[in-house]
């Protein structure tokens, strides 16, 4: 049997490679604070289309956070309100509906 040694040194890079595949993949499937470049790649959504979410959608202190003058978000309610039926919109909506009534019902007493 002749064995070709002169791919040996491949081993190691192959082996580095895969160590770093592997980081990459756990950063992305279990790191919960998402920058907004982050979030960007993790949505498949530019930037700007992510500060338009945060902006129209995300509900501070659910959705992201800010902390030290950086936006974090939350990938757990981000992904959340990916598979949820009911729009973020919707829910502002009915919450503001609801205090309007409280208010109202206030007033009257």
Same mark, same amino acid.
């Given at each position: 049997?002749? %064995? $070709?040694? $002169? /791919? !040996?040194?491949?081993?190691? =890079? *192959?082996?580095? @490679?895969? =160590?770093?595949?592997?980081?990459?993949? =756990?950063? #992305?499937? #279990?790191?919960?604070? &998402?920058?907004v470049? $982050?979030?960007? !790649?993790y949505? +498949?959504?530019?930037? @700007?289309?992510?500060?338009?979410?945060? @902006?129209? #959608?995300?509900?501070?202190?659910i959705?992201?956070?800010?902390? +030290?003058?950086? !936006?974090?978000?939350?990938?757990?309610?981000i992904?959340?309100? %990916?598979?949820?039926? $009911?729009?973020? /919109?919707? *829910?502002? =909506?009915s919450?503001?509906q609801?205090? @309007?009534?409280? &208010?109202? +019902? *206030?007033?009257? !007493?």
């Amino acid at each position: 049997m002749n %064995v $070709e040694f $002169e /791919n !040996i040194n491949l081993i190691k =890079q *192959i082996s580095n @490679d895969m =160590q770093l595949l592997k980081k990459l993949l =756990q950063d #992305t499937t #279990t790191k919960r604070w &998402l920058s907004v470049k $982050e979030l960007a !790649i993790y949505l +498949s959504y530019s930037k @700007d289309r992510i500060y338009k979410i945060k @902006d129209t #959608t995300f509900i501070e202190g659910i959705h992201f956070f800010k902390k +030290s003058g950086k !936006i974090l978000f939350d990938r757990v309610a981000i992904d959340e309100w %990916v598979i949820s039926k $009911e729009t973020t /919109n919707e *829910i502002n =909506q009915s919450r503001r509906q609801v205090v @309007d009534n409280i &208010l109202s +019902s *206030i007033k009257k !007493i």
